[in-house]
């Protein structure tokens, strides 16, 4: 449970390791829009030093932060209202990361399943970073003593480490100081797979364009991949439990639903016994309707890549507003002269 004394926080954030997917925006942005109100101090991070757990072109890492954050803006984070920013603008994050190190212990990183599914069979060549890192990420949610993660369902086991690491650390100095973070996963959208192996999800760095839909992408290439996009022979069933053991139909009525704000049953309703010829089309218009309003605005802010500077380095001073306080807090728990 979370401890009634912290006042209700989100945090959460996209790491630049390429262009935003549609994956991105349903399990992650568009939830977070949502959340922007009276009921949450929000803050939204571009997790750079997250993407450099591998190899990142330097010039492509800066284009990619300006792109995400991009994104963020253009399907309506309000910076006005939340606190946007990117990680490596606020040090904090590796100061509090280093004592997480700390405070994880190895047994647990060992359990974490999406360091398995990346480094797969080349675990003794990875880098060190990527195994740890989600000891960071504890940090960059603890250290604004966030009370609610909205992930996708992929990163729900992070924030699980992360409850681990608040409760060892309150109970290894014996004082309540970090919060027992919620993951908040409910809703559609949680897990948009790829496009061509439904068992996979659907990431910015997979192997091939085809298996994804870029935020970028325009309206005939969002076209010709759902047109491509792995089906099977039966058409639409009725209602969902005709989607069992059919990952490849599940996700494009998921994808259906998510962007129209609707229930997969709903979705059935509509399209129940209607063949892939009808629905994949009305899955393309649907999916442009909502996805050209967005990229057309990310277009025009990235074309003015000092805006956008000047708006993460204002966040970057906010967030620092929260960080200090709590890193400082945190040095004299463990004892740590500063
Ligand atoms: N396919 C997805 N479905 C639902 N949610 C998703 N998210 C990512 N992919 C999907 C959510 O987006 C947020 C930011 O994730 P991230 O980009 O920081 O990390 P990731 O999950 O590792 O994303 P990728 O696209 O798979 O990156 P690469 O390919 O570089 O490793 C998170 O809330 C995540 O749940």
Redesign the pocket.
């Known amino acids: 449970m979370t401890s009634p004394s912290f006042a209700p926080r989100v945090f959460?954030?996209?790491?630049p390791?390429?262009g935003l997917?549609l994956?991105?925006y349903?399990?992650?942005i568009k939830r977070w829009v949502g959340m922007q109100g009276p009921d949450f101090e929000t803050i939204y991070c571009v997790?750079d030093l997250?993407?450099i757990t591998?190899w990142q072109d330097p010039a492509e890492l800066a284009a990619a932060t300006r792109e995400v954050a991009a994104g963020m803006l253009a399907s309506g984070i309000d910076p006005e209202h939340s606190i946007l920013f990117n990680q490596a603008a606020v040090p904090e994050h590796v100061q509090l990361g280093w004592i997480f190190n700390c405070v994880a212990r190895v047994g647990w990183m060992n359990r974490m399943t999406?360091f398995k599914d990346?480094a797969g069979d080349n675990a003794e060549a990875v880098s060190l970073g990527l195994y740890a890192y989600p000891a960071l990420m504890a940090a960059d949610i603890l250290l604004y003593h966030a009370t609610h993660v909205?992930?996708?369902?992929?990163?729900k086991q992070h924030v699980e480490l992360t409850r681990d690491i608040a409760q060892k650390f309150n109970h290894d100095f014996g004082r309540e100081f970090f919060p027992l973070t919620e993951p908040v996963t409910e809703g559609p959208?949680?897990?948009?797979?790829n496009l061509r192996d439904g068992t996979k999800?659907?990431?910015?760095?997979?192997e091939s364009d085809m298996e994804r839909i870029n935020m970028l992408d325009d309206a005939d290439t969002i076209a010709k991949k759902f047109k491509k996009a792995k089906t099977d022979p039966e058409g639409l069933p009725e209602d969902v439990a005709g989607l069992k053991a059919r990952p490849e139909a599940k996700n494009l009525v998921d994808i259906y639903a998510a962007l129209s704000d609707q229930s997969a049953e709903a979705v059935l309703a509509e399209f129940g016994g209607a063949g892939w010829g009808r629905f994949k089309p009305a899955l393309a218009d649907l999916a442009v309707d909502k996805l050209a309003p967005i990229s057309s605005e990310m277009r025009r802010l990235m074309a003015d890549p000092a805006e956008i500077d000047r708006l993460l380095a204002r966040g970057a001073e906010r967030a620092r507003g929260i960080a200090a306080p709590i890193l400082k807090e945190t040095y004299e728990i463990v004892g740590l002269v500063s």
Request: zero cysteines; glycine letters at 20%; aromatic letters at 0%.
């Open positions: 959460s954030g996209i790491k390791s390429g997917t994956g991105n349903l399990g992650a997790v997250h993407a591998v999406q990346k909205p992930v996708g369902e992929d990163q959208g949680m897990r948009i797979m999800k659907m990431s910015k760095s997979g």
